[in-house]
């Protein structure tokens, strides 16, 4: 007969009482994004410890608070965790000794943190850029992991030890279950918020039952093995985890490259159009030749946006990758130089298509700019809620130091392997935190007077903590971030509202599905950081108040006294980005 909860009274009040008393001080004190979070605290292995790293690369205020809080970090984990087992063991056999237990427990998370650290500061880079792809790195390798490692609650063999189905099951239950309890949690109303995570505290004391009971029982039969393999299976297995990822990113790069190379080249746009005039902005990383192509269908008048800036005679110059790491107040007054010597050369309101950074950019420029000649605005793979946890630069002290210098490493390893050179540093990214609350919410935040559209692939709903506020007519469309320029189906709606017709309804079932993969991925973001606390976003705001938004924006990209050290961060680029690759 199988165990059962009601018997394991300790291990059920538990495992729902934390998550409910986690959820309660979320609901109390915020940040409310982060309340799917809370059933994590007691999760089995490794998923408890991401939960903790998470918090802790967001909330930390200077090295030495790291390390401290880093401490106590492990120490509060395997007390939970030593517990949590404790009370999960099988009747009938005798359970670890509370000093022994907790002694393993410490030594295990301390395993576990190592493991972690790296795909943990991925969701943090992914709180700064709203980048699905860093979602896709780091929470299918918590579950490799979690797959390989979660014996090592019970016992110290984990790593030579074989996993039993009878334990990967409820581990791969337990990573569901957490998923469909954050989206309940997003779901049900703010008083109902610690109800949902006491549930979901529930579901995981079932999984750690199961798991906790194979496992006993296993040791016991195994504690008089005279000869006990020692095929260190685990270990194996988390050494070609690290192959597919560091080769799969190499392999991925090469691929995109290759792709990209290889697609037919668009047509050059007419030089004898003479429909209305549209702007095209490309994203991050983007580089451009100098030829003009035709981005979108129809007669139309169409220019590319170049991140470098235009030559003496007002045309748009070439521009290398690195001109796209420019800040964003940088990028919005060069978008706005750009949209009026567009429209003074063909005398008509200008649109533009943007896509990803692009559409940052676009949303920044139209919210610093008040009766701005744009008459419409189609935004593409737009960025959900960008900026919402942040990090001092490198060298000094602040909320997230450790992330940032974590991330940096990241970064120049990401570079080594690919195409991607950037720094953590960059005056792009630079900018994103320091504003990130009012650019969180500029996609709630449409431009007066100008017809707006987006188009959200399905795969951006996993990079923003749900739900996320689109205030322009949209539709979701299965697609991957960064690759509907180019694509027919879009190009289509594109073509609609540049020509004043009706924005085309979306797919409710493509809105549904993105909403329910939103919701299902609330529980994997890293919580935000909370405003009040950081100098630097106090009197910043945040939505619904968009009136407030577009006046920060103003002030942002118009001369605020963030606009000088917004240019000495840009600075350390110019000479590369006036060098055409």
């Not at 809080?69 to 007390?79: G, I």
């Not at 991050?284 to 030559?311: A, P």
């Not at 070439?318 to 009026?340: C, F, K, N, S």
Request: net charge positive.
């Amino acid at each position: 007969m199988g165990a059962r909860l009601r018997d394991h009274p300790v291990l059920l009040a538990v495992s729902a009482a934390l998550p409910a008393f986690e959820a309660t001080l979320i609901v109390a004190f915020g940040p409310a994004s982060a309340a799917p979070l809370a059933p994590q605290v007691v999760a089995p292995a490794p998923y408890g410890v991401f939960h903790d790293l998470r918090w802790l690369l967001v909330y930390h205020w200077s090295w030495v608070a790291f390390a401290f809080l880093a401490v106590v970090m492990v120490a509060a984990r395997a007390a939970i965790d030593a517990t949590l087992v404790r009370a999960a063991w099988p009747r009938g056999l005798e359970p670890p000794a509370r000093r022994d237990a907790v002694r393993h427990a410490a030594k295990f998370t301390g395993v576990q943190v190592l493991l972690l650290l790296p795909f943990a500061v991925l969701t943090f880079a992914m709180a700064v850029t709203s980048l699905s792809w860093l979602f896709f790195v780091a929470v299918p390798v918590l579950v490799m992991v979690a797959v390989l490692v979660h014996q090592g609650e019970v016992t110290p063999r984990w790593w030579r030890d074989r996993p039993l189905s009878a334990t990967v099951l409820p581990t791969l239950g337990a990573f569901a279950a957490l998923s469909v309890a954050g989206a309940a949690v997003v779901a049900v109303p703010r008083g109902l918020v610690p109800v949902a995570a006491a549930l979901g505290g529930v579901a995981m004391a079932w999984c750690r039952l199961r798991i906790v009971g194979a496992l006993a029982r296993r040791a016991a039969r195994l504690e008089h093995d005279p000869q006990p393999r020692r095929r260190p299976f685990a270990l194996v297995g988390l050494a070609a985890v690290v192959v597919i990822v560091v080769g799969g990113t190499g392999i991925g790069f090469a691929v995109a490259v290759a792709v990209e190379a290889g697609r037919p080249s668009l047509p050059r746009a007419s030089s004898g159009a003479t429909g209305s005039p549209v702007l095209v902005v490309k994203g991050f990383n983007s580089k451009w030749e100098g030829v003009t192509r035709r981005w979108v269908r129809g007669d139309h008048q169409i220019r590319r946006f170049s991140y470098r800036g235009l030559d003496p005679q007002g045309a748009p110059l070439p521009y290398g990758r690195d001109a796209t790491h420019r800040a964003l107040p940088e990028l919005a007054r060069e978008m706005r130089r750009q949209v009026e010597a567009f429209r003074d050369a063909t005398g008509s309101e200008v649109s533009i298509v943007a896509e990803s950074e692009g559409a940052l950019v676009a949303q920044t420029y139209l919210a610093a700019t008040p009766g701005a000649p744009v008459d419409a605005v189609v935004l593409l793979s737009p960025l959900l809620a960008p900026g919402r946890v942040w990090y001092p630069l490198l060298g000094r002290e602040g909320w997230g130091v450790a992330s940032g210098t974590i991330l940096g490493g990241l970064a120049a390893a990401i570079g080594a392997v690919g195409p991607v050179d950037i720094s953590a540093d960059a005056p792009l990214f630079r900018s994103i935190v320091d504003r990130g609350p009012a650019l969180g919410a500029l996609l709630a935040c449409p431009a007066p007077g100008v017809r707006g559209y987006a188009v959200l692939p399905l795969d951006s709903r996993v990079a923003a903590p749900a739900p996320t506020d689109v205030g322009y007519p949209h539709e979701v469309v299965p697609a991957f971030h960064g690759g509907l320029l180019g694509d027919a189906t879009t190009a289509r709606h594109v073509q609609r509202v540049l020509t004043g017709r009706p924005a085309p309804a979306g797919s409710s079932s493509w809105q549904a599905i993105g909403d329910g993969i939103g919701a299902l991925a609330a529980s994997w973001q890293a919580p935000d950081l909370e405003p009040s606390l950081l100098d630097e976003w106090r009197g910043l705001p945040e939505a619904p108040s968009c009136a407030a938004v577009r006046r920060s924006m103003r002030e942002w990209v118009d001369g605020s006294p963030d606009q000088a050290g917004d240019d000495r961060r840009s600075a350390m680029i110019a000479d590369a980005v006036r060098r055409p690759e």
